[in-house]
């Protein structure tokens, strides 16, 4: 039987659907739900498969007063917990205000007319984050989405014409000095500057499919039975830029923190890592990666609240009858 990682608390963003369509990216739900299946995994992460610990907005769920009251519980969870691990996950719009420079993320509830007003400002998520007084806090942004692959050139160009006052950017250095202002703040951002974040396939982003790898030991040595920062950023560093340069593309992940090398997760459910490393267990890794895809592809249009979702592991055999 593996431990649990119970002090592990996720805050899972995807904002997939919005309320104007032309700004929906289908892919970032799937991003969130196959990282809810691997955190959730006892095999894997070992997060506890409960409400205590983990929390899913996507599409209609992911607000923006529901994200400010996600991170209003994160802050009440560091309360009651002094050993907490906090993870926040977003993935969806990123975009700058020309005029102002200010940085904002497009939730759900955005009104195209009032973007300014309606967005997520950078300074309202920054000031909720601030309130987690937790010494072990993890903030992952995949933003500045490509809204497709080849497809998409004509919806990039309209959308670029019509929201021609904003610019679809990674989070600028100035939001990420706020964000990882304190003690044990780590941000991980999907891409820089005007990259954009590529989408591998219709099952996830290609950040996301390597932050899959790195949560299966991909970044790891031999003997490792836990997930540090440092494993996450060793893979992610390497593969996600050589997997957009395979779509001719550029994309190159950045990092910043304040907090040491902490632990985010299970390593195999706590199992060490075999003596030949990761090249050991890819095949088995790889293949576990594709069933959460298929996972989520049959279950995902039955799931309106993920975290009622019970006893769904990654490979579960799945009747659609």
Known sequence: ???????????????????????????????????????IDPELCAYPDDKEHIRVLNNQEATKAAILDGLNWLKEKAESDPDATVFVYYSGHGWVDKKTKRYYLLQHDIKPTKMAISALSAETFTDALRQIQAERLLVVIDSCHAAGMATSKEADLEL??????????????GFIDELKQGKGRVVFTSSEGEQKSWIKDESSSIYTYHFLEALQGAGNKPGDTEVRLSNLMDHLTTSVPESARKLDQEQT???????GNFVIAKLRGGKALPDKGWEEVKPQAMQKINKIAETINQYGKFITNINEAQGIHIGDVINKS
Not at 2 to 13: E, P, Q, T, W
């Open 253 to 259: 992940p950045q990092f910043d923190m304040t907090g």
């Open 1 to 39: 039987m593996s431990d649990k990682f119970v002090n592990g608390y996720a805050l899972l963003i995807g904002v997939g659907e919005s309320t104007y369509p032309k700004l929906s990216l289908p892919v970032t739900v799937k991003d969130t739900q196959a990282i809810y299946a691997a955190l």
């Open 160 to 173: 670029d014409e019509e929201f021609d006052d904003f610019v679809r950017f990674a989070p600028s250095k």
